[in-house]
């Protein structure tokens, strides 16, 4: 699980690019990096959840 | 915000970046008398021991080989993605080839990087102490400085891709960075996080029932006077950094100045009033970590932003730094001792968007954004690779006798305070 989740966060890295790519200056420009950073952020919550059924596991 | 601008840098400039640059090194001391202070007694040498080995590592790995990726020369490693140039990697020469010849500004960019990476090294050192390894921390420190910490760096201050984001996409001025929160404290923040989830936690940290055990910082009066010292590198830093990287004049420097200290000293009102709301008393060692991650958020925005903005900022940073502290032990497992992930993690990503927001410009939060984007999506995972990779060569982890009896017996033969009555584990609950 917290392989999946280190997985997903260069996706959300990739969504930021993407934005400066597909978009001019614009606020949805900021919005879609926005999403990205979300993504990030999920993919770090699945990280770190997975790091404490690993540590559950192992008391 | 283009480095390799050429700009005029009058003697002026140069003589009061080296001076400040050589007050400097006190924000390193600060941070390493924070971490030994908030570690256990029984690894207290180990700690600031540990602290000289890996800032001399990482240092001299930087001068031999990650120098040559930091800078930013013409022969610089581009490749082209939608018609723009991608600048990902300085092509500079090794070991400090042709130094002795380069220009002052460029030699004074290389003495802000060399400090910056014993910095950058020192940061994940806290947050493995009492059960990472001296030779561990050696290798940390040597592949942050000859590979991690470059690359950033280059991004950010060798006119890599991030600083060319204004130029190539209209994204503001590009992502700044004057003091360093991107290429030294965000960086070491999430260096940090892998750190503590390869090494895991502390013997009896996070027992099998009930809630974690609770391991104070042996000496608070460290982490306290480290804080104080640690205001006047930071002083030091933000201001040669600005005359460095964001190009301002010398009679500019002292709002940076002014934006520093206000940031830090609204972070410690904020933090001692969490603490004094949560706990009933303040806690002292939160407000440590306070004052610091108050130092860190300034350090983005010190340069750009203005006064009352920087109160704003130091004053968040205040209130998410001991709540994340909070956060991480608690809730999600994670034992982080100098609480590094929390003051220079989450405060500097917190100040790097800020920066943004404050530092009025048309495209600058974008910019802004994308740098955070970068540290959490790109180079958190890297670093968790590599480190993965290193600690299957060489253990970060001491063994588990080695830790019961202390990192100063088992790694130096003696402890830092022979007259003292070192507890055993079970005292602590």
């Not at chain 2, 940090?192 to 608070?220: C, D, Y």
């Not at chain 2, 480290?226 to 201001?239: D, E």
């Not at chain 2, 970068?374 to 480190?387: A, D, N, S």
Request: aromatic share 10%; proline share 5%.
């Amino acid at each position: 699980m917290k392989y999946a989740g280190l997985l997903v966060m260069p996706a959300g890295f990739f969504l930021s690019i993407a934005a400066i790519l597909l978009f001019p200056p614009s606020p949805q420009r900021a919005l879609f990096v926005l999403c990205g950073l979300a993504v990030e952020a999920m993919g770090l919550v699945v990280a770190v959840r997975g790091h404490m059924q690993i540590r559950g596991e192992n008391r | 915000m283009n480095p390799l601008t050429p700009m005029p840098f009058p003697e002026t400039s140069f003589a009061l970046t080296l001076g400040l640059l050589l007050l400097a090194p006190m924000a390193i001391a600060g941070v390493a008398l924070v971490n030994t202070g908030l570690g256990r007694s029984r690894s207290a040498a180990q700690s600031l021991l540990g602290s000289l080995v890996v800032i001399s590592t990482a240092v001299i790995a930087f001068a031999l080989v990650g120098a040559a990726i930091a800078a930013g020369t013409s022969a610089d490693h581009v490749f082209h993605l939608v018609s723009k140039a991608w600048n990902w990697a300085g092509a500079g020469p090794l070991f400090l080839k042709g130094f002795t010849f380069a220009g002052p500004r460029a030699q004074l960019a290389f003495l802000f990087e060399l400090l910056s990476v014993a910095l950058v090294a020192l940061i994940p050192w806290g947050s493995g102490a009492d059960r990472l390894r001296l030779p561990a921390g050696a290798a940390i420190a040597a592949i942050m400085g000859a590979v991690v910490f470059p690359l950033v760096a280059h991004w950010v201050w060798g006119n890599g891709w991030l600083a060319q984001l204004g130029i190539n996409f209209s994204a503001g001025s590009g992502f700044f960075d004057g003091g360093g929160v991107a290429a030294i404290h965000a960086l070491g923040g999430v260096a940090a996080l892998a750190v503590v989830w390869i090494a895991g936690p502390r013997q009896g940290k996070f027992p099998r029932e009930g809630l974690s055990t609770a391991m104070p910082g042996h000496n608070v009066v460290y982490a306290l006077l480290g804080c104080l010292i640690a205001l006047v590198g930071w002083l030091a830093w933000n201001m040669a950094g600005s005359l460095l990287w964001l190009n301002t004049p010398p009679s500019g420097l002292v709002v940076t100045a002014v934006n520093t200290v206000l940031s830090a000293t609204a972070a410690l009102v904020a933090t001692f009033s969490v603490t004094r709301i949560r706990f009933g008393k303040p806690d002292a060692s939160l407000c440590a970590n306070g004052w610091l991650g108050g130092l860190v958020a300034s350090s983005a925005c010190a340069g750009v932003v203005s006064p009352m903005a920087a109160l704003f900022i130091g004053l968040v940073a205040g209130i998410i730094t001991p709540l994340l502290v909070e956060l991480f032990e608690l809730a999600l497992s994670i034992d982080d001792p100098s609480g590094a992930i929390s003051v220079h993690g989450a405060a500097g990503l917190w100040g790097l968007a800020a920066a943004g927001i404050f530092a009025q410009q048309d495209g600058q939060f974008v910019a802004q954004l994308i740098g955070v984007s970068t540290l959490l999506g790109l180079v958190l995972p890297m670093i968790y690779v590599i480190f993965w990779l290193a600690n299957r060569v060489l253990a970060f982890r001491v063994d588990p006798d080695g830790e019961r009896i202390g990192m100063d017996l088992h790694e130096l033969g003696g402890n830092a305070y022979p007259e003292f009555v070192v507890h055993r584990d079970e005292s602590y609950r």
